[in-house]
């Protein structure tokens, strides 16, 4: 029989896309892809572990193109990306961008971009795993407001670590170090159309480049490379370690159409009592009065150090009843411990409760704590 522990192969094919920078990054060396919003992803270069001390130390060059945009233009475009959202966007100024959430009727969460509002009637939600323009589009199709929706030519990289604001500075000037956190800025790079925005995926201090110009893929990623050699830059991928670590959700995995901001704990991007209309506040202001009944905790598990993370949701179990699902985990080699998420019910939520992780190989003791994990004020994200 074929050993489950080894990981098959990945096939590259023209059914799933393939980004801007796809050529580079197999130059460079990527060992290993995922598919994600029909894109090629890579995973990593080295090894997660290598890489993610890239990552805290120096500075990564991501290709993040998988994030497809949604752009949303035309005059009623504000009224209809707040139809989209929760989240109170009345005070989102031109140049700023917001974590937003994208809910369903019965407040699921359908997706959670980071919102860029490029122009007062231009906006671009950047993806994270499903289908949103589709979403978009079929609630467009009963909203009647004037609106155009597309999927524009425009290709993010990332650029994260604590090196990141020296090397953002070489490559653009002294206006970087002026960007606040959350903010962005239509820019070039050697006549490349970019957006630049202080954002990103690794709890680290980053930033992202939106390619506006797929064609110059490969050289942006050179230039780039180029410019962060004197400060040790190598390529890099989203790292499941620091992204665990600073308690960051991820799409499909933690967070999926079955939960709701509150279980989440992200109350705060949900405004129940603005008067602008979206979808899903019906349910969402029902789900508060009634108070949520599951949360999503953090925890510190057991055992040996976890050699790969969870394909799957792994069940929970206290005194042998089942008790909710693992959503993450991964060995942190910084805090040198197996750490995860996980969804419980409420009676199960606080600090210290003892839990039991059915893995593939046996029950491993857990114990409910705190997120983030590491630098929980985000002072490396934000300072």
């Not at 599951?294 to 005194?319: C, F, Y």
């Not at 893995?359 to 590491?374: I, W």
Request: hydrophobic share 40%.
């Amino acid at each position: 029989m074929t050993d489950p522990s080894v990981q098959p192969a990945i096939t590259f094919g023209p059914r799933v896309r393939k980004s801007p920078f796809f050529a580079a990054t197999r130059c460079y060396g990527c060992k290993a892809y995922s598919v994600y919003n029909h894109t090629y992803m890579p995973l990593y270069y080295e090894s997660p572990e290598a890489d993610f001390w890239h990552l805290v130390r120096d500075v990564t060059l991501w290709d993040v193109a998988c994030q497809r945009q949604v752009e949303i233009t035309g005059p009623d475009a504000a009224r209809f990306t707040q139809l989209l959202t929760p989240r109170n966007l009345s005070s989102c100024a031109v140049g700023q961008c917001k974590y937003v959430l994208i809910t369903a009727e019965d407040g699921g969460i359908v997706n959670d971009p980071v919102l860029l509002r490029l122009a007062e009637d231009r906006f671009w939600l950047s993806l994270a795993d499903s289908d949103v323009l589709l979403w978009a589009k079929g609630v467009a199709r009963h909203a009647g407001l004037d609106v155009s929706l597309r999927e524009p030519d425009v290709s993010p990289l990332q650029v994260q670590g604590p090196k990141s604001a020296t090397l953002m500075g070489d490559l653009f000037g002294a206006w970087i170090d002026e960007l606040r956190y959350y903010w962005c800025r239509e820019t070039e790079l050697d006549g490349i159309p970019l957006v630049v925005s202080r954002t990103g995926w690794s709890s680290e201090r980053g930033y992202e480049i939106y390619l506006r110009d797929g064609a110059e893929g490969e050289r942006l990623w050179e230039l780039i490379m180029a410019a962060g050699r004197p400060h040790g830059i190598a390529p890099g991928a989203p790292s499941t370690i620091r992204r665990i670590e600073g308690g960051m959700l991820s799409y499909g995995s933690d967070v999926t159409l079955a939960e709701n901001p509150f279980e989440l704990g992200l109350g705060r991007l949900v405004d129940l009592d603005m008067e602008a209309d979206y979808v899903g506040k019906a349910a969402l202001r029902r789900i508060a009065a009634e108070g949520a009944t599951r949360r999503l905790v953090g925890l510190e598990i057991g055992g040996p150090p976890l050699a790969a993370g969870n394909e799957e949701p792994w069940p929970l179990r206290a005194a042998g009843a089942p008790v909710g699902r693992l959503t993450s985990c991964v060995h942190s080699p910084r805090l040198e411990k197996n750490i995860g998420l996980a969804i419980v019910p409420l009676a199960r939520a606080e600090e210290g409760c003892r839990l039991d992780v059915e893995a593939p190989g046996g029950l491993l003791e857990a114990s409910v704590v705190r997120t983030p994990f590491y630098d929980p004020k985000k002072t490396l994200a934000a300072g």
